[in-house]
C-alpha cells in the first residue's frame, strides 16, 4: 500500500483528484469505479475544474458506482445517481449513457444485483476504484460481517451508517434501510484502489483497516490483500498511527 499522509481535506482532496486525473489521462477510455458520500465531493470539484481548464477529457470514459440506496430513484435528491450527477457527471463531458448506478427502484433485490454484475462484467472491468471508508471500516455498503460478500448485494445497513448518513436526510427517518452495493470481490478485481479519508472520527476505523487483521467484520481490512492500493488520507484520519 502507498499511504500518502495530507495537512487537511483539501490537500488530500488534490492529491485524490491527481490521481484520478492521471488514469484518465494515461487511459482515456478506462473505466473509473466511483462512489459518493461527503469524502469525494473536494475531489470531485478539482475534476471538474481540471475538465475546465481544459486539462481533461471524460468522453470516452466509462463508470460504474459502488453503491445505490434500495427504494431511491435518480429524480430523489439523495439518491447516488443524483449525487454523481450533480457532483461530477453534469459538469463534464462524460457520456451519461456510460455511466452506471445500481438500479435503486428495481424491487427485485436478486434482478437488482445480477442485472448490476453483469453490467459490471460488460465494462470489461474496472480500472481504478475510488472508495470511501465508513466510520465502521465499511467499503461501499459492504458492513462489517461474518464473512466477505462476493458479487452486488442487497445490505441491511446498520445503525451506525444510518446514524452517519442521516446528516443528508430530513430525518433518521427517511433514511432508507437496504442498499444495493457492489461485493468485496467486485472491489477486489479493481486493477489499482485509491481510498481516501479525511476526519478524527475516521481514525480508529483507518487504524483497523491498515494496522489490523485482515476480517469482514472490518471489511476495508481486505485492502491489505490487493496489490495496488493508494491511501490518501489527512493527519487527523491519519492520527492514530
Ligand atoms: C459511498 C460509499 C460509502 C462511503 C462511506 C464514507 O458510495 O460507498 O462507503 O464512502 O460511507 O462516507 P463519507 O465519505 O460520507 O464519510
Do not use: W
Not at 68 to 83: A, I, M, N, T, V
Not at 202 to 226: I, N, R, W, Y
Amino acid at each position: 500500500m502507498n499511504i500518502c499522509k495530507t495537512k487537511d481535506y483539501e490537500e488530500l482532496s488534490r492529491r485524490a483528484a491527481a490521481i484520478l486525473a492521471a488514469q484518465v489521462i494515461l487511459k482515456p477510455n478506462c473505466v473509473l469505479g466511483l462512489a459518493t458520500g461527503s469524502s469525494p465531493v473536494g475531489m470531485y470539484e478539482n475534476l471538474v475544474k481540471q475538465y475546465k481548464n481544459g486539462e481533461l477529457d471524460f468522453s470516452q470514459v466509462t463508470s460504474v458506482n459502488l453503491d445505490e440506496y434500495k427504494g431511491l430513484g435518480p429524480d430523489h435528491p439523495q439518491s447516488y445517481r443524483k449525487f454523481m450527477d450533480s457532483n461530477l457527471f453534469d459538469h463534464v463531458n462524460i457520456d451519461k449513457t456510460r455511466t452506471f448506478v445500481p438500479n435503486g427502484l428495481e424491487p427485485d433485490s436478486d434482478k437488482a444485483c445480477k442485472d448490476y454484475d453483469c453490467l459490471i462484467a460488460q465494462t470489461g472491468g474496472v480500472d481504478l476504484q475510488l472508495l470511501g471508508l465508513g466510520n465502521n471500516g465499511h467499503i461501499g455498503f459492504n458492513e462489517p460481517a461474518d464473512a466477505f460478500a462476493c458479487g452486488t448485494h442487497c445490505v441491511e445497513l446498520t445503525p451506525s451508517t444510518i446514524e452517519a448518513n442521516k446528516r443528508f436526510f430530513e430525518s433518521e427517518d427517511e433514511v432508507p434501510r437496504y442498499a444495493y452495493t457492489m461485493g468485496i470481490r467486485s472491489i477486489m478485481c479493481a486493477k489499482k484502489i485509491l481510498l481516501i479519508v479525511s476526519g478524527k472520527a475516521k481514525a480508529e476505523a483507518l487504524k483497523a483497516v491498515l494496522c489490523g487483521p485482515v476480517t469482514p467484520k472490518v471489511p476495508g481490512s481486505v485492502l491489505q490483500l490487493h496489490p495496488d492500493v493508494a491511501v490518501v488520507a489527512d493527519e487527523e484520519a491519519l492520527s492514530l498511527l
